[in-house]
């Protein structure tokens, strides 16, 4: 089993900025891929970003490409979504989501979930 536990949400002003962290704790394995997902009010979940164990390999939603940053930390079990020059339409509850194997965008693939954070951005 494996627990996901996301921070950093809140409200921010277009063109602000917010970082997201999401802290994996239990039986993690070291060929893990880490993925950020929302969902706004009204809408269909989406993928936003993965990360490969390594870092050394990630993949973005073309709505967000250039303006947000995924990383991780390892020895911290942790990833983080680095967001900058945010727009209203990023308003949506934020998750963090892990599988292994692979790194692909299909959110069906991704085996456990946190809980989500709310990232509000006004105008």
């Given at each position: 089993q494996v627990h996901l536990v996301e921070s950093g949400g809140g409200l921010v002003q277009a063109g602000g900025s917010l970082r997201l962290s999401c802290a994996?704790?239990?039986r993690t394995f070291g060929t893990?891929?880490?993925?950020?997902?929302?969902?706004?009010?009204?809408?269909?979940r989406e993928f936003v970003?993965?990360?490969?164990w390594s870092g050394g390999v990630t993949t973005y939603a073309a709505s967000v490409r250039g303006r947000f940053t995924i990383s991780r930390n390892n020895?911290?079990?942790t990833v983080y979504l680095q967001m900058s020059s945010l727009k209203p339409e990023d308003t949506a509850l934020y998750y963090c989501a892990?599988?292994?194997?692979?790194?692909?965008s299909t959110e069906s693939t991704y085996d456990y979930w946190g809980q989500g954070t709310q990232v509000t951005v006004s105008s």
């Open positions: 994996a704790s239990g893990n891929v880490m993925g950020w997902f929302r969902q706004a009010p009204g809408k269909e970003s993965a990360i490969s020895a911290k079990n892990y599988k292994v194997g692979i790194m692909v």
